[in-house]
Structures are given as structure tokens and as C-alpha cells.
């Protein structure tokens, strides 16, 4: 499916899951080189960029969040810009881009801001709001990790451990899409200069300063979480020494009445004596257990 925004600037044509139709359609229009349209049809695990001296070629990658595996998975979405077009193309919607896309046909206000300097400036609305999207996910890891911590502070160290693994590996996974990104947009800065015009150079700069800065949240929350994870395994540890201990001061106060009851094993009213402060003893370690939320 293709949509096209036209302008009296630029012209966006946005493609989803792209057929051979598609390429052709492209190919017939456009002078981009036969290797570029190959690569439009197939999946670049990578992000990159290429000058072609009158287009630019870039891939980045979307992280969205699979519900079924509940896990951030990335979704591929390629760029090709040339002086007065850009063109989006992906295999499967992309929120950011499918909202912007639909804002600019429906308002013209919005359409006329965002056209305003041109394929430079309808680029940089685009990146700017794939970016923005991340908000929310950094957002709800920020409340995650706030949760982690409280549960560690009232002592539910077991209950954290799945918590902190599956809030690690959303982390982890967020940063293996991201870090690579970074030489992308880091270079996208000298070659969309070299293309669109020096007038480009401050919203390609402030495109990257963007992604650095989402790029230091991330490395903040992974810098937390393996700090909680390592405080929550150390507390773990501590208790779980403190059990041990518990356990070897009551054994060795249990095998010496069991000794005596063993020797008095005969004499009916002393040993259910004895029975009975076994039983009691018992139960106050139980109930120490229970309250120490050991058991």
C-alpha cells in the first residue's frame, strides 16, 4: 500500500509492505540505482546510510513492543531523500509515522507548518516524531523501575527477581536497537548537509542531539537496574544466610531433645513432656518464619 502527500515544496510518498508493483512504480520515476531498489524488498537487520549524490539512502529501525512474546522487537524503516522528495518505505505500520502521515492530510495548518522549510523540515518532523514516540516506553520503564526498587525496600526480594529480568531485557533490547543507530544520525548530519543545503545543518544537528539525549535515558536505566539487581541478589544472599543460620541453630537445638526423648522413651509422662516442647518449638520457628516472610 502507498500513500502520497504532495506539496508545493516537497513530496512525501509513503509505502507499506512494498510489492514488486511498488519498486517498479519507483524505479520508472526516480534514478535510484537497481542495488538500492533490492534493497527496498528485503529485511537490513543493520542500520546505514549511503550518499548517492542526489538522494540520500538510510535505514533505522522502530522499537515497538510485542505483546504475544512480550518482548521490544525492531521494525525496519528505509529513507530515501532526494532535494524535493522523501520517501518512507516499511513492511509493517509504523505508529509515529502512520499518525503523522494522516495529521498532515487531515489539517492543513499542520501540513503548511511542517512544509515550511521544505524536505528538510518535513524530515525532521518525521525523524522528531519517531523519536518522541520512545517517550512513553521510557516512561513506563521509569515506572517500573521505581516499583523494583519499592519492593526491594519492603524486603520482596524473591517476587523481584522475574521483575528485574524481564524489565532488564526490555533495557537490553531497546539499547541493541538504538546504539547502533547512532553513527546513522551522527553522519546524517555532513551528508543531508552536503544535499539539502547548509540551511539543513541545525535541524540535522538538533535530530542527533535528540537521539543522544533518548540515548542517555537508556543508559541510565541500565545503569539502574543492574545497580537494583545487584542490591536485590546481595539482600537475597544476606537472608538467605540468615535462614541458614536460623536452620543450623535450630537442628542443633533439636538433636539433643530428640536424644533425651529417644533415652526417656519409655517413661510415657516425660516423654509427651518433651513432645509437647518439641511441638511448641516448632511452631514458634514456624511462625518467626512466617512473619520474617521466609516461608
Not at 518525521?126 to 523494583?148: G, R, V
Not at 548537509?193 to 541500565?222: C, T, V, Y
Not at 539487581?229 to 533439636?254: F, G, H, M, P, Y
Request: cysteine-free.
Amino acid at each position: 500500500m502507498n500513500r502520497i502527500l504532495t506539496t508545493e515544496k516537497v513530496t512525501w510518498i509513503d509505502i507499506k509492505n512494498p510489492t514488486d508493483k511498488d519498486i517498479n512504480i519507483i524505479s520508472a520515476n526516480f534514478p535510484f540505482h537497481p542495488f538500492v531498489l533490492e534493497e527496498l524488498t528485503r529485511e537490513i537487520r543493520h542500520p546505514r546510510i549511503e550518499n548517492y549524490g542526489n538522494y540520500l539512502f538510510f535505514v533505522i529501525h522502530y522499537p515497538y513492543f510485542d505483546r504475544k512474546n512480550q518482548e521490544t522487537k525492531p521494525k525496519e524503516i528505509d529513507f530515501l531523500i532526494t532535494e524535493n522528495k522523501i520517501i518512507t518505505i516499511h513492511q509493517s505500520t509504523i505508529l509515529p509515522v502512520e499518525s503523522l502521515f494522516i495529521n498532515l492530510q487531515l489539517y492543513p495548518e499542520k501540513q503548511k507548518e511542517a512544509i515550511k522549510e521544505g524536505t528538510m523540515g518535513l524530515l525532521y518532523i518525521i525523524l522528531e516524531e519517531i523519536l518522541k514516540s520512545l517517550t512513553p516506553k521510557f516512561n513506563n520503564i521509569d515506572k517500573k523501575l521505581d516499583q523494583i526498587e519499592e519492593e526491594i525496600t519492603r524486603g520482596e526480594y524473591k517476587k523481584t527477581i522475574n521483575r528485574i529480568f524481564f524489565i532488564k531485557k526490555d533495557i537490553l533490547n531497546l539499547e541493541k536497537i538504538l546504539s547502533p543507530q547512532k553513527k546513522v544520525f551522527d553522519i546524517l548530519q555532513e551528508e543531508g548537509a552536503k544535499l539539502l543545503g547548509k540551511n539543513s545543518k541545525p535541524f540535522l544537528h538538533e535530530i542527533f542531539n535528540d537521539f543522544l539525549a533518548q540515548k542517555s535515558i537508556l543508559d541510565s536505566f541500565r545503569q539502574t537496574i543492574f545497580a537494583l539487581d545487584n542490591t536485590n541478589t546481595s539482600l537475597l544472599s544476606i537472608e538467605t544466610n540468615e535462614i541458614i543460620k536460623i536452620l543450623t541453630i535450630v537442628t542443633l537445638i533439636l538433636l539433643p531433645l530428640q536424644y533425651i526423648t529417644n533415652i526417656f522413651i519409655n517413661q510415657s509422662t516425660l516423654m509427651w513432656i518433651l513432645i509437647s516442647l518439641q511441638i511448641l518449638f516448632i511452631t514458634f520457628i514456624l511462625g518467626y518464619f512466617k512473619i520474617k516472610k521466609w516461608l
